[in-house]
């Protein structure tokens, strides 16, 4: 199916989202950059009263900085594998960051020497392929760098791709990162259960009334699931071999298409309460 121009979104599914899941790596971010166009964007959305969170294939310790930080209520990192959560003191200030790993200490200790053993054995593979620069701040998987700071051949990432299936594990791969892990979660299944812990939604709703906006190969998962979905445009590029591509694609590339998508989203509330009569 084509996707549909921004523009001709109808105001009133746009009106009716409670929040936007969003990805960070060429939608939020441009090229590694907040912008200041972005940036005001997540302002924008959340001073209209939409509930933001990230969904990145960015490590946990970048999600504890980011819930920290920034005006949103979560980030799921990993690819769907871990959630950070800020903790509020009670009187309105942080006091913390909280973590959700589905998985037991032990088990994640056990996890983690198998991906030592895959980094091991990519060395020997695909002796060129370098480990991102962020691979420290990971708890449940390990990335190769394949377009950030170096470009990895296509031929060479699949060699790396299929090293990592046949050793049981999983991966998906970003504009930026090849990832391996051996937890079974994706983007998708991670926003649905931060969605069910932090705001008491079950699957059906928050697949229904939140929103999803992503760029490229592992935001395939949400494209799936989420009944609307934003693609900024750089996601052209991937259209080929998106299973099921975003419903809505913004004119502008990663950052400036990002703002566009909040901007008829906050304009959509301002919209279908005037509408009704409601204040806004
Ligand atoms: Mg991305």
């Keep these: 199916m084509a996707m549909t121009p921004l523009a001709d979104a109808p105001v009133t599914e746009l009106a009716a989202l409670r929040g936007l899941f969003f990805d960070l790596d060429d939608t939020l971010l441009t090229h590694g950059v907040l912008t200041r166009a972005a940036y005001g964007a997540l302002w924008d959305m959340h001073d209209a009263g939409l509930r933001l969170v990230a969904v990145t294939g960015r490590?946990?310790?970048w999600g504890e900085v980011i819930v920290r930080q920034w005006p949103v209520d979560g980030v799921v990192a990993e690819?769907?594998?871990v959630a950070l959560l800020r903790q509020s003191n009670g009187s309105g200030g942080?006091?913390?960051?909280a973590r959700f790993d589905g998985c037991d200490e032990s088990e994640r200790q056990r996890r983690r020497m198998q991906l030592g053993d895959l980094v091991a054995r990519a060395r020997t593979l695909v002796p060129e392929a370098r480990l991102t620069d962020d691979v420290h701040a990971r708890v449940t998987d390990v990335t190769w760098d394949i377009g950030e700071r170096v470009r990895l051949p296509g031929d060479r990432v699949?060699?790396?791709?299929k090293m990592i299936v046949d050793a049981g594990a999983r991966t998906t791969r970003s504009s930026v990162h090849l990832h391996a892990t051996f937890d079974v979660e994706d983007k998708a299944s991670g926003a649905v259960s931060f969605a069910h812990a932090?705001?008491?939604e079950d699957?059906?709703?928050t697949l229904a009334r939140y929103a999803f906006i992503g760029d490229s190969g592992n935001d395939a998962a949400c494209f799936s699931a989420f009944r609307t979905t934003f693609g900024v445009a750089n996601i052209a590029s991937w259209v080929p071999r998106l299973s099921v591509v975003p419903r809505y694609v913004a004119e502008g590339a990663r950052g400036l298409g990002f703002a566009e998508v909040a901007s008829a989203l906050v304009q959509s509330r301002g919209i279908a309460s005037r509408r009704s009569g409601l204040p806004r």
């Excluded at 942080?94 to 960051?97: A, D, F, N, Q, Y």
């Excluded at 699949?158 to 791709?161: G, P, V």
């Design 94 to 97: 942080s006091s913390g960051v």
């Design 158 to 161: 699949d060699l790396l791709a």
């Design 203 to 205: 699957a059906g709703t």
């Design 59 to 61: 490590p946990s310790g």
């Design 198 to 200: 932090v705001f008491g």
């Design 79 to 81: 690819n769907g594998a």
